[in-house]
């Protein structure tokens, strides 16, 4: 099948205000209709990467970034681009969910009201839609007036996920979204994650390896702010080609 460029990096460059360089020349493609993988050890870059994406530095004073991020050929960057509306079709789940203090069906309907949606019937079809897709729905259909608060610590994980799909989002960006779940829920997310890829770009930063070469369509590896290699998950996770790669998939990295 044809690869489409979803999200094109080109030579990106990212520093903090204490001159941390966290990204160092990054030239990399996220593809349509993939989950792409991006690992590698702590301080790596990873969440500056992600955050990049969806443009949550902007936030950080002092900063600095050179090089370019195209969403569909369009610099996210640019002078005329719509932050909020970027946000919205680039959706980032976190490690820590952090549900709203406000009912199931409230969290969900809170981000299509704030983008302006009223009609009653398509918020719910809103709510249905993306709690199915997060792999939530059956365990909550009979009670989404409860507080989100309500929910285990792996049902608000993917609640946290089903905010972000009920935005119709076209990327979603999950950084270590799994860290703290029991293993049914990390394999509920990872099985909605495989349907979720045939209409998203889908970007994690997996919790550990086993979880990375479990998920990857295509994968990175991050090491101290640089891109060391990058390719097919079938290919990185068992013949990859760089020695560092090799180590840290080995569990030889020190
Ligand atoms: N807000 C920040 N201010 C200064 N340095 C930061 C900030 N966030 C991250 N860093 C630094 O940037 C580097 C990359 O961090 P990060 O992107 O969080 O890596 P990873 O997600 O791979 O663990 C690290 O050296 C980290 O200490
Ligand atoms: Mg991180």
Partial sequence: MER???IVIEHLNFTYDDGTESLVDISFTIYANE??????????????????????????????MTGRVLLDGQDIYAKEVDVAALRRKVGIVFAQPLPLPLSIRANLEYGPRLAGLRDKQRLNELVEQSLTQ??????VKDRLDESGFA???????????????????????MDEPMSGLDPLSTAKIEDSMQVLKQEYSIVI??????QAARVADNAAFFLQGRLIEEGPGKKLFTNPTNKQTEDYITGRFG
């Fill in 35 to 64: 989950i792409t993988v991006i690992f590698g050890p702590a301080g790596g870059g990873k969440s500056t990467l992600l955050r990049v994406i969806n443009r949550l530095n902007d936030l950080t004073d002092g900063t600095q």
């Fill in 205 to 210: 930063v997996p919790h550990n390896i086993q």
């Fill in 134 to 139: 997060a792999a939530l729905w059956d365990e």
């Fill in 151 to 173: 929910l285990s610590g792996g049902q608000q994980q993917r609640l946290c996920l089903a905010r972000v799909l009920a935005l119709e989002p076209e990327v979603i960006l």
């Fill in 4 to 6: 489409t460029p979803k």
